[in-house]
């Protein structure tokens, strides 16, 4: 894949992982109560909110991409371009995973700061 194609690539995927776990729904421990809904639709915002993920990941992506271009530009058969880019979707993958975590991790705890009864 051509490298111009790749760099187009990596911002649409990383924009995909943004949310990621903030649409998050938890198993309830019992029946859920009729505020449940609204009180899950408002802890998935608050979950949403965080944008500093946002940047953590972007970062990632941009420390991904520099340690790969200096791995590429030391590789006989790799090019800089080649090993940027492929650090860059590396750290940025690994960091949306990890905010995915984190924003699930939200969900939970101000679900049960709520009094549901949350089993993960």
């Known amino acids: 894949m051509k490298p111009l194609s790749?760099?187009?690539?990596?911002?649409?995927?990383?924009?995909a992982c943004a949310d990621g776990g903030s649409d998050y729904t938890p198993i309830v421990?019992?029946?859920?109560t009729a505020a449940f809904?609204?009180?899950l639709a408002a802890c998935q915002a608050l979950s949403?909110?965080?944008?500093a993920f946002d940047q953590e990941t972007a970062?990632?992506?941009?420390?991904?991409?520099g340690v790969g271009a200096?791995?590429?530009?030391?590789?006989?058969?790799?090019?800089?371009?080649?090993?940027?880019?492929?650090?860059a979707l590396a750290?940025?993958?690994a960091s949306a995973v990890d905010v995915?975590?984190?924003?699930?991790?939200?969900?939970?705890?101000?679900?049960?700061?709520?009094?549901?009864?949350?089993a993960g």
Do not use: M, N, Y
């Open 100 to 118: 995915s975590d984190q924003r699930e991790a939200i969900v939970v705890e101000c679900l049960r700061g709520r009094g549901h009864r949350v």
């Open 70 to 87: 200096l791995l590429g530009a030391a590789d006989d058969d790799a090019t800089a371009a080649s090993g940027a880019i492929a650090g």
């Open 37 to 39: 809904q609204s009180d």
């Open 29 to 32: 421990d019992g029946v859920s």
């Open 48 to 51: 949403r909110d965080q944008r």
């Open 91 to 93: 750290g940025g993958v």
């Open 59 to 65: 970062a990632a992506a941009a420390l991904g991409a």
């Open 6 to 15: 790749l760099t187009i690539l990596l911002p649409l995927l990383l924009a």
